[in-house]
């Protein structure tokens, strides 16, 4: 029987407790798939006399996590505590200095300053594995880099964040504003600590960018990643696409085209039948499209104790069967700068308006789209009588459109004088 692996892991909380209890409970079925016992030697957390739900009396405890990861019986550093400086970075590059693998969770960390860890690691003969930092216990970072090794890969999308999925559909189901189901969503511990990170688009950001540096051959480039979160999605525009078939997820897109990388994070319109559109709740979906393979959709939960501790065993199982790879799938010196694109490629748009219902008021917003060159699909108005004047709600399909031509078009309403209140234009997203 070859040597344990033996892990350090730094973090107790959902994910750290997770690893504990598959170690423990798998500790023969993992032996037997490795051909080594995986053992865990210590353990770190800032507070040593918190009841936790795991028995670790067999291990280690360090105060410092950079003391754990550089431990004599540490072979591997597990890093589960998060954020993108402090304790998690100095742990995981003490570890790299000392010549040890590290696996993590930590998307943040990663979409920070990946390149860089994953050039330490490099150097040093370490390797860096990251499964569970991108939709939870869906193993979409083995099917980038192993699975779909064979593809040029022309898009990768999907819904990574769980809690605003969970809050758009939500609203959905109830008819329930955003605020609401926001307030909700923090009741239930669904928010992180910084909730901004969930519904501001970083967190799924940050994943996007992982994915988008293993399928383009690129240096992760969070800092060009197109953010917007799903604060100013109104109850109004879901039931209205809805009504035109359409569901609104918060929507991660990377592609590469002759324009560059584009890297989107936001709102975006798709077909309510769409495997997509019937996403539900808090669970994560990742479509890959390859040049061989055509679309793989892969469903599944995107974070929770038991689907994180999963993928980052799927990490740890590797190291102990010797399966190497390079952080982002390549040697980190061959990872291109990436061009990014000016903007979004064109795409269809949902634009609702609010009008004064007087004649003519319909032609002079059709006109507005003329002049900046788009072309109307489909058209509905809805009346609604008003307190003073009566309203016209118009939901306009265009055809394909430049993002900065729909700018410029919304613009142009304003000066119409027809105009009630701010139009909403939200992208339709081809899946
Ligand atoms: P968590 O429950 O908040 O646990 C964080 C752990 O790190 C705690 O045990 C905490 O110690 C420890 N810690 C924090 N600062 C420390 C320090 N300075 N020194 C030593 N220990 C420290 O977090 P989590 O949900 O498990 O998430 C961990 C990582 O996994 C994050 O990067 C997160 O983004 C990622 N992730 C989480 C999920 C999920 O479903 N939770 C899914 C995917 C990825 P105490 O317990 O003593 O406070
Ligand atoms: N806050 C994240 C989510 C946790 O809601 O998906 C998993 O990264």
Redesign the pocket.
């Known amino acids: 029987m070859t040597a344990p692996l033996r892990l350090g892991l730094?973090?107790?909380?959902?994910?750290?407790i997770g690893v504990v209890k598959i170690v423990q409970r798998h500790a023969g079925l993992i032996t037997a798939r490795t051909g080594r016992p995986v053992t865990i030697t210590a353990v770190?957390?800032?507070?040593r006399t918190?009841n936790r739900d795991a028995d670790l009396s067999a291990y280690a405890w360090e105060d410092d996590?950079v003391a754990l990861a550089r431990r004599d019986d540490v072979d591997v550093l597990i890093e589960?505590?998060?954020g993108h400086d402090?304790?998690a970075r100095a742990a995981t590059e003490a570890a790299i200095a000392a010549g040890k693998d590290v696996v993590t969770?930590?998307?943040?960390l990663l979409a920070h300053h990946g390149q860089e860890l994953a050039e330490a690691a490099e150097a040093a003969g370490a390797v860096i594995r990251f499964e569970?930092?991108v939709a939870?216990g869906i193993p979409v970072i083995k099917a980038l880099t192993e699975g779909l090794a064979g593809n040029e890969i022309r898009r990768v999308m999907g819904v990574m964040n769980g809690t605003c999925n969970y809050i758009l559909t939500r609203m959905q189901a109830a008819g329930l504003p955003y605020a609401t189901v926001f307030e909700e969503a923090r009741q239930l511990g669904y928010l992180e600590a910084d909730p901004n990170l969930d519904v501001g688009g970083i967190d799924a950001g940050h994943k996007l960018s992982l994915l988008a540096a293993i399928a383009f051959g690129t240096r992760v480039s969070f800092d060009k990643v197109e953010l917007e979160g799903i604060g100013n999605v109104s109850i109004e525009d879901i039931n209205l696409a809805d009504e035109m078939g359409y569901h609104i997820k918060l929507l991660g897109v990377a592609q590469m085209s002759g324009r560059g990388l584009e890297q989107r994070m936001t709102p975006c319109l798709v077909p309510a039948e769409s495997p997509l559109g019937q996403l539900q709740g808090g669970t994560n979906m990742v479509v890959l499209e390859g040049d061989s393979v055509g679309q793989i959709v892969l469903r599944g939960p995107g974070?929770?104790e038991g689907p994180?501790a999963s993928a980052v065993m799927a990490d740890v199982i590797d190291l102990a069967r010797g399966l190497r790879i390079s952080t982002f799938g390549q040697p980190a010196a061959t990872l291109a700068q990436p061009v990014a694109a000016r903007s979004a490629t064109p795409a269809p748009y949902y634009i609702r308006a609010t009008l004064l219902d007087k004649p003519g008021a319909l032609a002079k917003i059709a006109t507005c789209l003329g002049e900046a060159g788009i072309s109307i699909d489909q058209m509905r108005q809805l009346n609604k009588p008003g307190e003073k004047d009566d309203l016209a709600v118009v939901l306009i399909v265009t055809h394909k459109a430049a993002p900065a031509d729909i700018a410029h078009a919304l613009d142009q309403f304003g000066a119409t004088g027809v105009m009630l209140g701010a139009p909403v234009a939200i992208r339709i997203e081809a899946v």
Not at 10 to 16: D, E, H, N
Not at 44 to 47: M, Q
Not at 105 to 108: H, L
């Open positions: 730094a973090g107790l909380g959902t994910v750290g770190s957390a800032r507070d918190k996590p589960v505590m998060g402090g304790p969770a930590n998307k943040a569970a930092a939870g974070a929770g994180t």
